[in-house]
């Protein structure tokens, strides 16, 4: 290659990486300096650092749900969910093969009595469905004003990637659609309706819990999320999922990058 071609090619290798940092909000990820002891509860690239509650521990540059009543907690008022005028929240967790119940893994909103209101959120596990959701009213309770996509439900101990995303329809601007991947293939997408990411609540910011009091804390690991603040097109999610995540736990996924049973870390985005 001539050396005026690498160094075009290097300019836009650094263009998109500055591209994407610049969407990036919040990152969490769970690697721990075995010589600095526990640093693992960070935000990489926000200041929103999260706290850990109940039994969660750091295994394999992950954090792990053992029982119900573990989960952790975002200062939501930092975060400010209902700012944003695009999201995409992005996910990869891997779920325990036991039978979980509903739940949501990531959500972020409100409760009034034992419901959730005005919240966004991705579910990997539900009577066989994991979903991506929003509603933004005080009708109590929240699900019935509700607007998302449902996906398969994956109880198989591998690690995937969730993503959900909420921006303009391309075809309409002024209609907010809500699009919902897994592994980086769009499951579907549907109109938001009256619900907009402006009404949703600041109170709480989860992941492993949901906003339901009825509903089972999540059992499994969560390795990686991100907030950006803008809504990811089907191209770029699909390049999130072939970068993977910062750290590759074991044993990894045998279709992520067939890194067999090797802990990989590789930064991305922090």
């Keep these: 290659m001539k050396k005026w071609n690498l160094y075009l090619v290097l300019l836009v290798l650094a263009l998109m990486s500055a591209s994407a940092q610049a969407a990036i909000t919040h990152l969490y990820n769970f690697l721990i300096d075995p010589e600095e002891g526990l640093t693992g509860l960070e935000d990489h690239v926000g200041t929103a650092d999260f706290t850990v509650h109940g039994g969660v521990i750091f295994v394999d540059c992950c954090i792990e749900f053992q ?40 959500a972020f ?32 309770p929240g699900w019935m004003s509700e607007r998302g996509v449902d996906g398969p439900e994956y ?78 097109s089907s191209d770029e999610v699909l390049a999130t999922f072939a970068e993977g995540p910062n750290c590759v736990p074991e044993p990894a996924t045998m279709f992520l990058l067939g890194l067999g049973s090797v802990v990989v870390l590789r930064r991305k985005k922090s």
Aim: glycine share 10%; net charge negative.
């Design 109 to 140: 909103g409100d409760t009034y009595g034992d419901d959730g209101i005005q919240y966004v959120a991705i579910s990997t596990s539900g009577a066989g469905v994991s979903r991506a959701m929003i509603t933004d009213g005080s009708i109590n």
């Design 67 to 106: 029982s119900n009543g573990d989960y952790v907690s975002m200062p939501a008022d930092e975060i400010a969910i209902n700012t944003y005028d695009e999201l995409t929240l992005e996910l990869w967790s891997i779920q325990s093969s036991m039978d979980q119940g509903y739940s949501m893994t990531a």
């Design 155 to 232: 109880n198989d101990d591998l690690l995937h990637q969730y993503v959900l995303t909420i921006g303009p329809d391309e075809s309409s601007p002024d209609t907010q659609i809500i699009s919902y991947f897994i592994d980086g293939a769009i499951v579907g997408s549907n109109s938001t309706n009256d619900n907009t990411l402006a009404g949703l609540s600041n109170s709480f910011a989860y992941l492993g819990k949901s906003l339901y009091a009825g509903d089972a804390t999540f059992i499994g690991r969560i390795c990686e999320f991100s907030i950006y603040d803008t809504a990811l």
